[in-house]
């Protein structure tokens, strides 16, 4: 089975401020997908970056961006220029395609990250 | 589109009753999830859908919990009887299959008194 680690419960930084929360994950797959997700005070889950584990290049998605390091099996996420809009918990999870798509997301706890004005 | 519809976003009940929660998946998503999130066990995989088949029921925690997917527009995971621990969000996704995410609904807000 999967395992997902998110290390840092909780984190605050200064508007304008890089922040980067940190992923672990432990998998005996060589295939797989990794997500960071979003959930705001709305509790909606919203998709924020995905990585396969086959591409070498990072993820890039405005100003998210991962670091993926498949021997270390770590996935971290960087938030470049932080807004206030960015204060949310965050989810890392990971996904194993044998299951054609249908697996579920195994999910890390999460962490908080608060951006101070 | 609408995204993943949940219904109700709240529901308040007491003990011992049944309580059902309602999704309507994204049209032409044919792989539907129920996720329970609580405080002390993060986000736990309930149960998932492909093609209204149900693929892995292993993460329903007791008897008292069952889903159903009668056709590819809605899903339903009931709760019988309900009890205070199952107090938590409820989320359903859905996925057009391959490794694209999931699309997550609102979530509905259980609390059981």
């Known amino acids: ?117 | 589109d609408a995204g993943v519809i949940q219904s109700p976003r709240h529901e308040v009940t007491e003990m011992g009753q049944e309580v059902t929660l309602r999704c309507k998946p994204i049209s032409g998503h044919n792989s539907l999830f129920w996720y329970r999130q609580t405080m002390m066990r993060g986000l736990e995989l309930l149960i998932y859908f492909n093609n209204n088949v149900p693929i892995d029921d292993s993460g329903m925690p007791e008897d008292r919990f069952s889903a159903k997917m009668p056709n590819a527009s809605f899903s339903t995971l009931k709760i019988q009887p309900s009890e205070p621990r199952d107090s938590a969000v409820y989320f359903c996704a859905s996925s057009p299959g391959g490794n694209y995410g999931y699309t997550f609904g609102s979530g509905t807000r259980l609390t059981v008194v």
């Open chain 1, 1 to 117: 089975a999967q395992t997902v680690t998110q290390s840092q419960p909780e984190m605050s930084v200064q508007e304008a401020e890089t922040v980067t929360l940190s992923c672990t994950y432990d998998t005996s797959e060589n295939n797989y997908y990794l997500f960071w997700y979003k959930q705001p005070p709305s509790r909606q889950m919203i998709l924020v970056i995905r990585q396969e584990a086959y591409k070498q290049q990072n993820a890039t998605e405005n100003r998210f961006s991962v670091n993926f390091q498949k021997a270390a099996k770590s996935f971290s996420l960087k938030i470049s220029d932080s807004q206030l809009g960015d204060t949310a918990m965050y989810f890392c999870a990971f996904m194993n395609p044998s299951g054609g798509g249908a697996d579920g997301l195994t999910f890390g706890k999460g962490t908080h990250l608060i951006i101070q004005p």
